[in-house]
């Protein structure tokens, strides 16, 4: 029902700055809630952050609070991750995800995900 798809990553050095984009195509996008995953080389794909379908409520890793934040707009049918003071340690393929709810995304495996967009931080 949904196909998604991510934008953004690159390579940037430590403390600067990405913005990831996830486009959604297909029925009904204001309607699922939307999150972030990554995953190194490696090692298990991790939660990063996700958003209820109204946007009216967030919730983020520990690792990532107060740095990252995630938004969408609902007309453009994208989902974003802003990421701020980036560390190596955040170097990773991301992925975003959408699924009915929120809570789904952060203790579930969600249903749609993209293919991902890497995101290096050079120390």
């Known amino acids: 029902q949904v196909q998604l798809q991510e934008f953004g990553g690159g390579l940037v050095q430590a403390g600067g700055s990405l913005r990831l984009s996830c486009a959604a195509s297909?029925?009904?996008?204001?309607?699922?809630?939307m999150g972030w995953f990554r995953q190194a080389p490696g090692k298990e794909r991790d939660f990063v952050a996700a958003?209820?379908?109204?946007?009216?409520?967030?919730s983020y890793a520990d690792s990532v609070k107060g740095r990252f934040t995630i938004s969408r707009d609902n007309a453009k049918n994208t989902v974003y991750l802003q990421m701020n003071s980036l560390k190596p340690e955040d170097t990773a393929v991301y992925y975003c995800?959408?699924?009915?709810?929120?809570?789904?995304?952060?203790?579930?495996?969600?249903?749609?995900w993209g293919s991902g967009t890497q995101v290096t931080v050079s120390s």
């Open positions: 995800a959408a699924d009915t709810t929120m809570a789904i995304i952060k203790l579930s495996r969600p249903r749609y």
């Open positions: 297909g029925r009904t996008f204001s309607t699922y809630a």
């Open positions: 958003m209820t379908w109204s946007g009216s409520s967030t």
